[in-house]
């Protein structure tokens, strides 16, 4: 009996694994639809060049990649996905803006409305929350910390870097495509290089049983098949300090 019950354990784990990965590869060649909407050829759209090169980091099957191309092109028919942005507010006012990309406009904002409402938060109207983030290139690289790095890093362009699992090399929003493209020339590994909504600010929360809110509702946003990206002006740092 407890070989069935571990066969049945290991079998449901699979299966929200791949329910989760299939979430992911959705997400991910909406993103890509978004894109190709302003040209198919991504060696002459930047935007679709890295969206399909953060698709194929997460391993999707190419037949994925390029179904998305000819439906962000129009060369399916059907519905075109549009891209959606949603801002709102969470426990301790901490400020959340949300990217989503869909078929069904009305749909998509019930889901993330309800998100908000079930976890604490609420929506905001268009500007409210937006203006205390500011609009940045990220490129996040695979290489050290060291002082030789971060001078090509800053020779190449970069604003700033910080040292995450990875370097995260900020950069000016115009220039994402550029710097991209030289820190590539100079024989860094790209991982991701996307657009990013960056808090000017961040909220201190007074208490953990707060901070856990805001990361449900994070999760609960990002768990949505619509949502592509979610952004916060909450210190995870001092939240965890705590």
Known sequence: MSGHSK???IKRQKGVNDAKRGQLFTKL???????????????????????????K???????????????GTGELGGEQIEEYLFEGYGPGGVGVIVEAASDNRNRTSAEVRTAFTKNGGSLAETGAVSFQFERKGVIRVAA???????????????????????????????KLAEVRSKIAGDGFKIVSAELSYEPKNVVELDDQAKAVKVQ???????????????????DWAEAANE
């Open 216 to 234: 449900k509702l994070l999760e609960a946003l990002e768990d949505l098949e619509d949502v592509t990206n979610t952004y916060s002006n909450f």
């Open 57 to 71: 980091a997460a391993n999707v099957p190419n037949s994925n990649i390029e179904r998305a191309i000819k439906r």
């Open 7 to 9: 066969w049945a354990t």
């Open 144 to 174: 050290d910390d060291t002082e030789e790095n971060l001078l090509r890093l800053i020779e190449a362009g970069a604003d700033d870097v910080v040292e995450e699992d990875l370097l995260a090399v900020y950069v000016e929003m115009k």
């Open 29 to 55: 060649a909406n993103s890509i639809s978004v894109a190709a909407k302003n040209g198919g050829d991504p060696s002459m759209n930047s935007t679709l060049a890295m969206a399909i090169e953060k698709a």
